[in-house]
């Protein structure tokens, strides 16, 4: 069975600095999909960024970069110009196959400004 | 266009009653789930349904929780005879196909407070 671990349950980061979240996960697939979801207090889910294991490169979209280390099992996520709307929690999840999505137990991220 | 929708937002409910909990996919999407986050913490799976079957019961955590889903779009997820340790979030996702290239896109969650 896949697991997922964020070792860090909070964080802060001053408002325009950059802050890396943390994610390992273990697993024999060697095809799968890495997520990070971001979750603020409205409760809504969404996809912030996600890495195909198969790809070498580090996704990125806009603000938002992976660090994808595919020998090591690490996913981190790394908030770059941090904005006082990235004040949530942040899941990273895996998928394989067909399988349901396992997420990890969460980062609570606070933006200071 | 629309997102997914889950109903109630919140539901206050006596230790022992039933409940039910309803979930709108997005339309076109086969697969749907059910996760429940407790407070603080993550997400925990319950359920997922691939058109109106569910391969994988393995996270409902005993008989008193049950799922179904009709027309291959709305959900429903009964519990019944509430106990005060099944207060939590329950989320309702959906996704275009099962495979692994899928995104999830997730309902605002039903609050359920057992008293």
């Known amino acids: 069975a896949q697991t997922v671990t964020q070792s860090q349950p909070e964080m802060s980061v001053q408002e325009a600095e950059t802050v890396t979240l943390s994610c390992t996960y273990d697993?024999?697939?060697?095809?799968?999909?890495l997520f990070w979801y971001k979750q603020p207090p409205s409760r809504q889910m969404i996809l912030v960024i996600r890495?195909?294991?198969?790809?070498?490169q580090n996704a990125t979209e806009n603000r938002f970069s992976v660090n994808f280390q595919k020998a090591a099992k690490s996913f981190s996520l790394k908030i770059s110009d941090s904005q006082l709307g990235d004040t949530a929690m942040y899941f990273c999840?895996?998928?394989?196959?067909?399988?349901?999505?396992?997420f990890g137990t969460g980062t609570k991220l606070q933006v200071i400004p | 266009g629309a997102g997914v929708s889950q109903s109630p937002s919140n539901k206050v409910t006596e230790k022992g009653k039933d409940v039910e909990l309803r979930c709108d996919p997005i339309?076109?999407?086969?697969?749907l789930y059910w996760y429940r986050q407790s407070l603080g913490q993550g997400l925990e799976f319950l359920i997922y349904?691939?058109?109106?079957?569910?391969?994988?019961k393995s996270g409902l955590p005993s008989d008193r929780f049950s799922a179904e889903r009709t027309g291959g779009s709305v959900s429903t997820l009964t519990i019944q005879r509430t106990q005060q340790e099944d207060s939590a979030v329950y989320l309702c996702?959906?996704?275009?196909?099962?495979?692994?290239?899928?995104?999830?896109?997730f309902g605002p969650g039903t609050r359920l407070t057992v008293t």
């Open positions: 996702a959906s996704s275009y196909g099962q495979g692994r290239t899928y995104e999830q896109y």
């Open positions: 697993t024999s697939e060697n095809n799968y999909y």
């Open positions: 890495q195909e294991a198969y790809k070498q």
């Open positions: 999840a895996f998928k394989s196959g067909y399988q349901k999505v396992t």
């Open positions: 339309s076109g999407h086969t697969a």
């Open positions: 349904f691939q058109g109106n079957s569910a391969p994988d």
